[in-house]
C-alpha cells in the first residue's frame, strides 16, 4: 500500500515502565513527527531524546519499541552500548541513584499495526489514525506496554497544508512551515502509553464549551455538514451530566471527537482525544436507527473510568468497562427517562444469563471474560452496589476512589475499600456474589428490576408465545412501545390498522416481522416506505416487493433516490430488486450492476463493502472485479473484514468445485 514517508523527531523527557518503576523514573514525552511525502512504502524515520531519573543503581534500561532499526545512540551526548531485540531497546551503562540522564537516538519504523494508513492507494479518503489497546503504541513510538506506566506525552505534528492533525492535550500552538503545517500539542498530566493517540485528515470542527468551561471539539469531514448535529446530538449535555454526576471534575484539559474511516472498533477513549467510527455519522433519519450516543457517553466516562484511573491488569478490567457502560446508561437515563434506563439493564441481563446457560460465563475478575461481561455485567455491579448502598453513599465513595488514584492504577479492591469505608459494613458477600462467582445472579438482577420499575414489571407481563386473547388488546391499548414490539415479534398476525398509528419503533417492528401482508393492511404497510428510519425503509421495501409483485415499479420509484445508512443498505436493496424486476425500464440493468460491483472496492467502508459481497453473492454474480476485491479484502487492517472475505472466497471455491 502507498503509505505516507514521514519523518519522526520525538524529544521525551520521560517515560516508565512497570516492571522498571521500582529503577527508572520517566516523566514526559515529547515528540515531533513529519509527515512529508507520498511513498509507496511506509518506513518512517524519527529522532528521540528521553530524559529520566535513575531510583536505583542499575546496568540497564528499556523501551519497548517493535520491529525498529536505531542508529547514533547515546546518553548525556555519550554513544552507549545498546540492544535491539525486535521489541524493546536496552540501554547499557551504570546507571547512579539519584542521577538525572538524558537518552537520545533516531529510530527508522515501518508499522505493521497500531497506526494505520488509509487512501493513498485507491484514491479513497486519506486518513492516518492510530489505536493502541491491544495494539500497542510500540508499533509505532518507542513507549511502554505497560499500562502500570503513566507518562505525560507532548507530541508535535508537520503534516501537508490541507490535513487536519489530532492529538493528545491542547493544541499550544500552530504554524506555518514550508508548505506544511506545525501543530504542537501539550498535556499536563500523564496517562497510560495505550492511550497516545494521533488522527491525520481533512476535517472541519464545531466548538462548543460545557458548563464547567471545558473546550469541547467536534470534528467532521467537511461534505458531512449537514450531519454534524445528529451525529453529535446531546454530547454538551451528556458532558455537563456525567462530570455532575460523578462529582469529579473533568481532568484534561479539552475534550476532542474525531471519526475515521474503517476503525478497528466503535470507539476508543485516547486520552482527551476519543477516535470513533465514522460509521456513526449520520443525517437526521439515520439517527433514529443507528445513532452516537451511547458510544459517545461510553467513551467519554472513560476519561475518569480508564484514563484517570487504569486497571493495574485484565483482571480489573471491569473498572474501566463496567464503569464506563454504567456511566453511559446514566446519561442515556438523563435523555431518555428512566424506562429506557432500566429497559437496557432487563436486555443485559437477559444477555448474561444466556451466556451463562451456554456455559459461557466467567467471573469478573477472570482476564479472559468476554465483553459482554466486562461491560454489562461490570455496569450490573455498580447498579446493584448503589441499591445495596445508597445514592449518597455509593456517590461519594466514586469521588473518593478518583481522588486518591487519580493518574494511577487500581485494582477492585481500591474501589471496594472506599465503599466499605462509607457504608460501615463489611461486603464480602455482595463482592463474592457479583464479582467473583461464575455465574451472573440473573434472578438477584431480576428481583431489583422488579422492585425497582412497574414498567418492567409490564413487560415481563406480557407474552404472548402462548397467544393469549389478552394480546390483541394489549397492541391497541396501554402497554409500552417495547412490549408491543414485543408482540408483534411474537404474533405478527396480530398487527391491525390501528397498530400502525403507534411509534416509529413500533412500525419499525411492522416492517421487521409482518413479512406477509394482508391485503387490508397493504395502505398501511405502503406508509413505512415514509418513514424516518431507514431500517423500517429497508425491511418495508423488500416485503412489499415481495407480496405485491404488480406494483414493484410504485415501490421502486418511489424509494430511487434513498441511499441509506452508511452502508448504503437502501440503496443496495434497491439495486438488487431492481435488478430482478424485468419490466421495470427506468434503469440501465448493466450499469446498475456495475455500480454494485464498485461497491466492494476497497476506497469504500467495510459495512459497505461487506453488503454488496452479500448481494452479489447472493445473485451468484461475484465477477472477477468483485472476487479480486475479496482478495484485497482479505489484507485488510480490520479483522471482520478479513473473516469475511475469507469465509466468501472459500464458499466460491465450493460453488465452482
Known amino acids: 500500500m502507498k503509505r505516507i514517508l514521514f519523518y519522526f523527531f520525538l524529544l521525551i523527557l520521560s517515560s516508565a515502565y512497570a516492571q522498571q518503576t521500582s529503577i527508572v523514573d520517566f516523566k514526559r514525552v515529547e515528540a515531533l513527527l513529519v509527515f512529508n511525502q507520498f511513498t509507496i512504502d511506509s518506513t ?19 523501551l519497548d519499541a517493535v520491529n525498529m532499526d536505531f542508529k547514533h545512540v547515546a546518553v548525556n551526548d555519550t554513544a552507549v552500548k545498546f540492544e535491539n531485540s525486535g521489541k524493546k531497546l536496552i540501554i547499557y551503562d551504570d546507571f547512579v541513584k539519584g542521577q538525572h540522564y538524558k537518552l537520545s537516538f533516531i529510530f527508522f519504523n515501518a508499522p505493521k499495526k497500531a497506526m494505520y ?46 490535513y487536519k492533525v489530532v492529538s493528545n492535550g491542547k493544541l499550544k500552538s500552530k504554524s506555518d512551515n514550508v508548505g506544511s503545517i506545525l501543530w504542537e ?184 471474560s468476554s465483553s459482554l461481561t466486562f461491560y454489562q455485567r461490570g455496569a ?43 457504608y460501615r459494613k463489611p461486603l464480602n458477600s ?12 440473573v434472578d438477584d438482577a431480576f428481583d431489583i428490576l422488579k422492585s425497582q420499575s412497574t414498567y418492567i414489571n409490564e413487560y415481563l407481563m406480557v407474552d404472548c408465545q402462548a397467544k393469549s386473547s389478552k394480546c390483541s388488546e394489549y397492541l391497541k391499548y396501554y402497554v409500552s412501545d417495547e412490549a408491543k414490539v414485543k408482540i408483534i415479534s411474537q404474533v405478527p398476525e396480530l398487527v391491525t390498522s390501528d397498530t400502525f398509528k403507534n411509534s416509529l419503533k413500533v412500525r419499525q417492528a411492522i416492517s421487521k416481522y409482518v413479512k406477509k401482508i394482508p391485503d387490508n393492511l397493504k395502505a398501511d404497510y405502503e406508509t413505512l416506505l415514509d418513514d424516518k428510519s431507514y431500517i423500517t425503509i429497508e425491511g418495508a421495501l423488500y416485503n412489499l416487493w415481495t407480496n405485491f409483485p404488480k406494483e414493484r415499479a410504485k415501490y421502486l420509484s418511489k424509494t430511487r433516490d434513498i441511499s441509506g445508512l452508511s452502508d448504503k443498505n437502501v440503496r443496495i436493496l434497491w439495486i438488487l430488486l431492481n435488478l430482478n424486476t424485468p419490466f421495470y425500464q427506468a434503469d440501465n440493468k448493466q450499469g446498475l450492476f ?50 469475511f472475505a475469507k469465509e466468501m472466497l472459500e464458499k466460491l471455491e465450493l460453488k465452482q468445485d
Open 185 to 368: 500539542y501539550d498535556m499536563k498530566q500523564p496517562m497510560s502509553s495505550y492511550l497516545v493517540a494521533v488522527a491525520v485528515g481533512v476535517y472541519d470542527k464545531e466548538l462548543n464549551t460545557s458548563k464547567s468551561g471545558v473546550p469541547l471539539e467536534f470534528y467532521y469531514y467537511p461534505e458531512d455538514s449537514l450531519k454534524v448535529e445528529p451525529t453529535y446530538r446531546y454530547s454538551k449535555q451528556m458532558f455537563d451530566f456525567l462530570e455532575e454526576e460523578i462529582g469529579f471534575t473533568y481532568p484534561w484539559q479539552n475534550y476532542k471527537q474525531v471519526p475515521v474511516h474503517d476503525f478497528l472498533y466503535a470507539g476508543m477513549e485516547n486520552t482527551s482525544t476519543t477516535i470513533f467510527s465514522d460509521a456513526f455519522v449520520v443525517d437526521s433519519i439515520g439517527f433514529n436507527d443507528k445513532n452516537y450516543i451511547n458510544i459517545n457517553a461510553h467513551e467519554l466516562a472513560h476519561q475518569w473510568f480508564g484514563d484517570l484511573v487504569t486497571a493495574k491488569s485484565g483482571d480489573h478490567h471491569w473498572l474501566q468497562e463496567g464503569f464506563a457502560t454504567y456511566y453511559a446508561l446514566l446519561a442515556e437515563r438523563d435523555i431518555f427517562g428512566k424506562n429506557d434506563y432500566y429497559f437496557k439493564l432487563l436486555e443485559s441481563a437477559l444477555d448474561l444469563g444466556r451466556q451463562d446457560f451456554s456455559g459461557n460465563g466467567t467471573s469478573l475478575l477472570n482476564p479472559k
Open 380 to 422: 450490573w455491579v455498580l447498579h446493584a452496589l448503589r441499591t445495596k448502598v445508597g445514592d449518597d453513599i455509593f456517590k461519594r465513595a466514586v469521588v473518593n476512589y478518583l481522588k486518591k488514584h487519580q493518574f494511577k492504577n487500581v485494582e477492585t479492591s481500591d474501589f471496594i475499600k472506599e465503599v466499605e469505608r462509607l
Open 430 to 441: 455482595f463482592v463474592n456474589l457479583w464479582i467473583k462467582q461464575k455465574d451472573f445472579p
Open 594 to 643: 456495475n455500480e454494485l460491483v464498485s461497491y466492494t472496492d476497497e476506497k469504500h467502508n467495510m459495512d459497505l463493502r461487506i453488503n454488496a459481497f452479500k448481494y452479489l453473492d447472493l445473485i451468484n454474480s461475484c465477477n472477477e472485479q468483485c472476487k479480486s476485491n475479496l482478495e484485497k479484502a482479505k489484507s485488510h487492517h480490520n479483522w471482520r473484514l478479513v473473516k
Open 44 to 62: 518512517t524515520y524519527n529522532s528521540y531524546e528521553i530524559d529520566f531519573d535513575i531510583l536505583r543503581n542499575t546496568d540497564s534500561i528499556y
Open 117 to 162: 494508513f488509509l487512501g493513498w492507494e485507491n484514491e479513497g479518503r486519506n486518513q492516518i489514525w492510530t489505536q493502541g489497546q491491544g495494539k500497542y503504541t510500540s508499533n509505532w513510538l518507542p513507549s511502554l506496554d505497560d499500562v502500570n506506566d503513566k507518562i505525560e506525552f507532548d507530541l508535535k505534528f508537520l503534516a501537508p497544508k490541507k
